[in-house]
């Protein structure tokens, strides 16, 4: 196998580097202190392409691949976690399920100006019952004539408070379980629709997060994304493609952990030399280096089998598993090597522990994703 990347993929990496050291690092922590959702920034990310990559040229986004795609998310969030996070969420939970299961008009009224970030996507799948267990959806749409009269509430969903439009997972059956579940695309200016105040996080902090009830509201037919009763099959599938972001938002912030270890290791003096020539920081080192590399391995194997048109689940899985639990893993070993001064927020690698747990949890916790890996190596 040949990983040697291609010319287009080295200029949306580079594109992305450049941005993300110019732009996003030097108001990270500031966001994070604050809490403020960037958009200016993300508004110019939108004109770079880079929240709409693997979208086809022809719906205003880039036509790139994933391998790009995984890039492009690895040097965002190596530089802000937060922007990393709503990055992933745009390309692959809003656009991606757009690109495979929209109309034409829903791919002109909601495709092209998501890829531009003209127009902001949130993913509405979570409830307050309905966490891993994502088919035991209670938000409810009865259909009445050409419209769906919508009710129920949604927790958790990143951009809820900022979107223009959701991706809304809802019940049109109550007598099925899975079966039963059907996408609305959902404009937040419908009567009826409300969000919540912005969630309190350990970290990720500037991603805007919030609850979300809808109180009848009139969703027209024409805004069902794909056919009815085919929800949990399309969340499915767009969370396999959501993995692989959220392997690379969590890849880059163990990468941003890694550099700032290295970087310290060899300027912090003690008993006279720099602590790098200490055996106990060298292995910790090695091991972060060895884990991370192996982590995008495996979210490039997972690409790779997307842009073929394989099934990936399993590797998906297994990429996000990995590369999150690294994440937290290297986060942790990068404050023992600043010792006390990990522990400050002076440091960076404060806020990378605190932004890596949440790769853990999110579009599938670790447990989940050893469930799917195991279904597949027991089948």
């Known amino acids: 196998m040949d990983f040697e990347l291609t010319d287009e993929q080295r200029m949306i990496r580079d594109m992305a580097r450049e941005f993300a050291s110019e732009v996003l690092a030097p108001q990270a922590a500031l966001i994070d202190e604050t809490e403020e959702y960037p958009f200016e920034t993300l508004k110019q990310m939108g004109e770079l392409g880079l929240m709409g990559i693997d979208v086809p040229e022809e719906y205003g986004g880039i036509g790139a691949d994933t391998i790009s795609y995984v890039l492009a998310v690895e040097e965002v969030s190596k530089a802000c976690a937060a922007t990393g996070a709503i990055m992933s969420v745009q390309n692959s939970l809003v656009c991606y399920g757009l690109v495979h299961y929209g109309t034409e008009e829903q791919k002109e009224k909601y495709l092209r100006p998501a890829a531009s970030f003209e127009k902001i996507g949130a993913f509405g799948l979570s409830e307050p019952q309905a966490g891993s267990d994502a088919a035991n959806q209670r938000t409810m749409a009865l259909r009445q004539g050409d419209e769906y009269i919508v009710n129920g509430s949604k927790n958790f969903i990143t951009n809820g408070g900022v979107a223009d439009f959701v991706v809304l997972f809802v019940r049109t059956d109550p007598t099925q379980r899975h079966k039963g579940i059907s996408c609305l695309l959902v404009d937040t200016d419908t009567p009826g629709f409300s969000h919540g105040k912005p969630e309190k996080k350990l970290g990720i902090r500037a991603s805007n997060t919030t609850t979300l009830t809808l109180e009848d509201c009139h969703i027209p037919v024409a805004n069902r994304l794909g056919e009815e009763g085919e929800g949990f099959k399309i969340a499915m599938d767009v969370l396999d493609a959501g993995r692989i972001g959220i392997g690379a938002q969590a890849l880059g912030i163990a990468q941003a952990a890694f550099e700032a270890s290295v970087k310290y290791a060899q300027e912090r003096e003690q008993f006279g030399q720099p602590i790098s020539r200490f055996q106990a920081i060298q292995w910790m080192i090695a ?62 690698v404060e806020r990378y522990f605190r932004d890596a747990k949440i790769t853990e949890i999110y579009e599938g916790t670790s447990e989940v994703q050893r469930l799917v890996i195991a279904h597949h190596e027991l089948k």
């Open 287 to 348: 091991d972060m280096a060895t884990r991370i590399e192996a982590a995008r391995l495996l979210l490039f194997q997972a690409a790779l089998k997307k842009d073929r048109g394989e099934r990936y689940t399993r590797e998906a899985a297994m990429a996000k598993l990995y590369a999150s639990e690294t994440a937290m893993w290297a986060a942790t070993k990068a404050i023992q090597v600043h010792g006390g001064y990990g522990y400050m927020k002076e440091y960076p």
